[in-house]
């Protein structure tokens, strides 16, 4: 039985369009999603902490959203990348460390994973 939903052929290797970054502190920060991209194109983005504390990711539809330690998704430290499907409506990333800590997130617009 296959892990893969549909053929090989339906797997795209992640293709950058924008990049962006955002010094996260422990003060909840954004950052608009870097790229522009035609309606009904899949985006992805490609998070890498590149640092060696752990930061909290949020996406949200406008510049007021944040992010808080218990967000569900978590970004590890040393180098740790995660790529995620944004949602159509979804135009900001929010990130924060706990406290006292600091990082850098790269952010990573595409196609494909």
Known sequence: ????????????LFQPVASAKLAVTAASGNVAVPGTFPAGVRRNVRLVNGGDNECFVAFGTS???????????????NKSAEIF????????????????????LFITTGTGI
């Open 1 to 12: 039985m296959s892990i893969f939903q549909g053929t090989m052929g339906d797997l795209r």
């Open 63 to 77: 510049n007021g959203i944040t992010a808080t330690v218990d967000t569900t998704m978590y970004i590890g430290a």
């Open 85 to 104: 499907e944004l949602a159509a409506d979804i135009t900001h990333i929010a990130a924060i460390c706990n406290s006292g800590e600091t990082t850098d």
